[in-house]
């Protein structure tokens, strides 16, 4: 975090290991012992810390915030929503179909859509669905995609502890204890962009394949992307097959174009997930697709079960019409996409001037940087790139004020409120803490 000394974290973070474990909320909050963030306040494309320090917020609490912290757009459509309305009755209410209709005005590939109060959620529900419309168990999952914290997904490629001159793959491995090795038996990994090991996927377990789930770009993965020719041979295998393709589009939903990755790629899924930029930080999520397949959610016999108590609750739908409508009809993207071009810019000029060997992965709104001769193409040529520079680099903009993961595995996130900041600025901190990094190496 910041080299500077921080008493109120500090006595924050004291009071927290109290009551909670690691004295964080969520387990990812956890940063040690001296850079724990504990927030005071979120504004525009900036948060501020209980110590007084402000900083650029790359970071947007991974990917929500697409207009920017606090935005009147939004909040004041969520306070007339919670002041003439309510909250939550557990009954249903007109915004429901405002939103779907939203979604559908923007993406051709929803028929029809439920809701959902996180991406986890709405991917329990995505793979719940394709499982019961196709009769089958079996699910598909590429190595470096993340599906949230359900179980049955919470298992990934060790490529941290994989040597990557190793002909063997790595490991598959739970993402801690808790997670029953039964959870794995329906799962099937495979490397992304390598249309040899979905043929040999399909051969072996073909009749018994459900769904492949996959995210088009890896937002916890670097925005490594799919090809355009990979994504066309899932659509094609799916189609054959009779499997059903989920794009989880929890993060690029919404982001990379109104329309999502699937109007980058112009091939549509039979289920998409969403959640994330749907709502500018309000907790709203979704799923839908395919007509026929989400028709496939009913009380008849044979019929896949899907509810919840807080689902289509007034505070996000409100949010999520106010988001998905200023999205739709205004340049918000437009600008954001602008925004992040000139910021890959300005840091390759940093770069390049250190002689540092760089690429930049995925769409300008959510970017990745890779310290490398080639973009890579999966989560295996991550391993090859040198991410132990990135992470000091990282470190190094964190403690003077630029805020993102220290992770070359999370891309920069960009919002509309970005337009605002001053670039001449981040790059002498780009500069400074570049300069920094290699001199500790």
Request: net charge negative; hydrophobic share 40%.
């Amino acid at each position: 975090m910041t080299k500077t000394h921080k008493p109120n974290s500090a006595k924050m973070l004291k009071r927290a290991h109290t009551n909670m474990p690691l004295g964080v909320a969520d387990s990812y909050r956890y940063w040690g012992e001296e850079n724990t963030v504990f927030l005071k306040s979120m504004q525009g494309c900036t948060i501020t810390d209980c110590d007084e320090q402000t900083f650029v917020d790359f970071r947007l609490a991974y990917g929500p915030i697409i207009l920017g912290y606090r935005d009147e757009r939004v909040d004041n459509e969520v306070i007339n929503a919670i002041t003439n309305v309510g909250t939550i009755s557990g009954f249903s209410t007109g915004l429901d179909s405002d939103v779907v209709e939203l979604v559908k005005s923007l993406c051709p590939n929803i028929d029809k859509m439920r809701f959902a109060n996180s991406g986890t959620e709405a991917v329990i529900g995505a793979v719940r669905t394709a499982r019961g419309y196709t009769k089958r168990n079996k699910i598909v999952v590429v190595e470096g995609g993340f599906h949230g914290l359900h179980d049955e997904v919470m298992w990934k490629s060790d490529v941290d502890n994989w040597d990557a001159d190793d002909k063997n793959s790595p490991e598959i491995i739970p993402f801690g204890a808790g997670i029953p090795q039964s959870t794995r038996e329906h799962q099937v990994s495979v490397p992304l962009n390598d249309i040899s090991a979905i043929d040999a996927v399909f051969a072996e377990y073909g009749h018994d394949i459900a769904a492949i789930l996959i995210e088009p770009i890896m937002g916890n993965c670097g925005s490594i992307a799919s090809t355009q020719a990979y994504m066309q041979k899932l659509r094609d295998v799916c189609n054959s097959n009779g499997s059903v393709l989920i794009m989880d589009e929890v993060k690029t939903g919404f982001r990379v174009a109104k329309g999502g990755a699937q109007a980058l790629y112009n091939i549509h899924a039979d289920i998409t997930t969403y959640a994330k930029a749907m709502g500018n930080g309000y907790p709203v999520a979704a799923f839908g697709g395919k007509a026929e397949v989400m028709d496939t959610i009913s009380f008849d016999k044979g019929g896949v079960t899907h509810g919840g108590t807080y689902t289509a609750n007034m505070v996000a739908l409100s949010a999520a019409k106010a988001t998905l409508t200023l999205l739709k009809e205004t340049n918000a993207l437009e600008t954001i996409d602008l925004v992040g071009q000139k910021i890959q810019t300005l840091l390759s000029r940093v770069f390049t001037k250190f002689g540092v060997e760089h690429c930049f992965a995925g769409p300008n709104a959510m970017f990745g940087v890779h310290f490398g001769t080639n973009v890579p193409q999966n989560y295996r040529d991550w391993k090859r790139t040198n991410s132990d520079l990135y992470t000091q680099f990282a470190l190094n903009l964190i403690d003077n004020g630029v805020m993102l993961e220290p992770d070359s595995r999370e891309p920069w996130f960009i919002c509309e409120a970005h337009q605002t900041m001053d670039l001449n600025w981040l790059e002498q901190v780009a500069e400074k803490s570049m300069a920094e990094a290699i001199k500790a190496q």
